[in-house]
């Protein structure tokens, strides 16, 4: 199926990004948001980042403005839904929430359109049932920064159609990212799961007093090679993301390994977040520059 108007419901740090990337790729993006102010700061963030873009060279200014011209922000969801062939929602990692959206834009999309979530916790079948289409719902996992990560995960649930996972990597493919089929659904997929052992293992390091936070990166970046070590990689994805994966994670297994850490609990209910609340296993300046550890 071919997709030229698309819907990202969610305009924080993946949503805008992903919509950007849709924009880029030729097609006609909806941006949605609940949050008038959450639109405003993604356009500014948005444009400060692809700006760079164009300075550096990498990109014309007027792939820029073409972009952004293809791009529209509304708190609307219906003025989002009603052309869309696509539906990306990244919005925060909670079930109910999930499904409230779910079945609310499913009565207002076009009856051909797909539903992907960039949920990489809770697979498409614990939401494909909010819909009256099932076979058109899938998992579609960015991973953070959107605008520079390859990898996409692709994954749809038993009802899933094959139209559906195909159209879903050709767009994939389509924004000059690399799909990665899932054949089977699985919590966390490929990509977290791997990386929940190194960062479980980094917090129980921490947790026994057995090396700092800080130390504990710099094993990770200049001994096995990481752009950035678990801690610094949890502050920027959001420590809440951490707490609500596992959470999930926990409700779906009842393993009470797969619970969030203490320390990670503890952040969380502090309201230590990372670097979009300037303090997390680091403390930030406003411009999110790194001024050292918090503890």
Not at 26 to 51: F, H
Not at 64 to 80: I, Q
Request: charged share 25%; aromatic share 4%.
């Amino acid at each position: 199926m071919d997709v030229n108007n698309v819907l990202v419901v969610g305009a924080g740090a993946m949503g805008r990004q992903i919509a950007m990337l849709c924009a880029l790729s030729g097609r006609n993006v909806a941006l949605v948001d609940v949050d008038a102010g959450m639109l405003t700061t993604a356009e500014q963030e948005l444009r400060s980042r692809i700006g760079r873009n164009v300075e550096k060279g990498r990109l014309a200014q007027e792939q820029m403005d073409a972009a952004f011209g293809r791009m529209r922000m509304t708190t609307s969801l219906e003025e989002g839904a009603a052309d869309a062939d696509f539906l990306i929602e990244a919005i925060v990692e909670k079930v109910d929430v999930k499904r409230d959206l779910l079945s609310k834009v499913d009565k207002i999309l076009p009856p051909h359109a797909i539903i992907a979530t960039n949920s990489s916790t809770i697979v498409s079948s614990r939401l494909a049932d909010a819909t009256s289409r099932p076979d058109r719902v899938c998992n579609m996992h960015f991973f953070n920064p959107a605008l520079v990560m390859k990898c996409v995960e692709v994954l749809g649930n038993p009802e899933t159609s094959e139209e559906t996972i195909e159209t879903t990597v050709a767009l994939t493919k389509s924004i000059g990212k690399s799909p990665v089929l899932l054949r089977q659904e699985i919590s966390g997929f490929v990509a977290n799961r791997l990386l929940a052992g190194i960062q479980d293992e980094a917090v129980s390091l921490y947790e026994k007093g057995i090396a700092s936070v800080a130390d504990i990166d710099t094993a990770a970046r200049e001994a096995l090679g990481h752009p950035m070590g678990p801690f610094e990689l949890m502050d920027m994805t959001g420590i809440d993301v951490n707490f609500y994966v596992r959470t999930a994670r926990f409700e779906e297994s009842r393993d009470e390994a797969q619970k969030p850490k203490r320390a990670v609990v503890e952040k969380f209910e502090r309201g230590e977040l990372g670097r979009k609340t300037g303090v997390g296993w680091y403390r930030y300046d406003s411009a999110g520059k790194k001024l050292g550890p918090a503890d």
